[in-house]
T-cell receptor, first 115, second 114 residues
Framework: DGGITQSPKYLFRKEGQNVTLSCEQN?????MYWYRQDPGQGLRLIYY???????QKGDIAEGYSVSREKKESFPLTVTSAQKNPTAFYLC??????????????FGSGTQLSVL | KNQVEQSPQSLIILEGKNCTLQ??????????LRWYKQDTGRGPVSLTI???SENTKSNGRYTATLDADTKQSSLHITASQLSDSASYICVVSAWGGGADGLTFGKGTHLIIQP
């Protein structure tokens, strides 16, 4: 089956700790995205990548970092600088960044909570 | 500033009944509008896309409409089923905006009661 796999499903972070959320896709998509979803809020863009070894900040990049070493993988690190990390994190992909008519394919999400 | 407003915020209906969800937007220049369905604890899944020239599009029991003049869209669900319980998110794309050009609504939380 083609799709996007996020892991883990649930993640707990201790104060001062960095944690990494995994996102893998086998759709052969060039563009990948990370969104944050808070209760009662619309999705907000954290980072996105149009191609391997390249990525851009979204609206709320502070306290987060990403890498894109492989086309299939786009991990997100939530650093200790992110003071309010509790949220549902969604990874998405589409064929190309400029394809505005292309739909986004989403993973199943990671719920991050602070201990 | 581009904005997408959805109403109602939440809705409870009985199984088998119809319902209509609303989406108003102020996104320019407009490219397309998508409705996504998000089950609890899952990622959103695309239901339908509407471009400027399209007025109505159906996907099974889901029918989306678009009025580009008034910048309004609706999603009508016919003969609701328990599996329709979910959040429905309206997403509007601006031309040439890429990821930065996507504006997400906050969603309508729909509950279908037996």
């Amino acid at each position: 089956d083609g799709g996007i796999t996020q892991s883990p499903k649930y993640l707990f972070r201790k104060e001062g700790q960095n944690v990494t959320l995994s996102c893998e896709q086998n759709l052969n998509h060039d563009a990948m995205y990370w969104y944050r979803q808070d209760p009662g809020q619309g999705l907000r863009l954290i980072y996105y990548s149009q191609i391997v070894n390249d990525f851009q900040k979204g609206d709320i990049a502070e306290g987060y970092s990403v890498s894109r070493e492989k086309k299939e993988s786009f991990p997100l690190t939530v650093t200790s600088a992110q003071k309010n990390p509790t949220a549902f994190y969604l990874c998405a992909s589409r064929k190309a960044e400029a394809s505005t008519n292309e739909k986004l394919f989403f993973g199943s999400g990671t719920q991050l909570s602070v201990l | 500033k581009n904005q997408v407003e959805q109403s109602p915020q939440s809705l409870i209906i009985l199984e088998g009944k119809n319902c209509t969800l609303q989406c108003n937007y102020t996104v320019s220049p407009f490219s397309n509008l998508r409705w996504y369905k998000q089950d609890t604890g899952r990622g959103p899944v695309s239901l339908t896309i509407m471009t400027f020239s399209e007025n109505t599009k159906s996907n099974g029991r889901y029918t989306a409409t678009l009025d580009a003049d008034t910048k309004q869209s609706s999603l009508h669900i016919t003969a609701s089923q328990l599996s329709d319980s979910a959040s429905y998110i309206c997403v509007v794309s601006a031309w040439g905006g890429g990821a930065d050009g996507l504006t997400f609504g906050k969603g309508t939380h729909l509950i279908i009661q037996p």
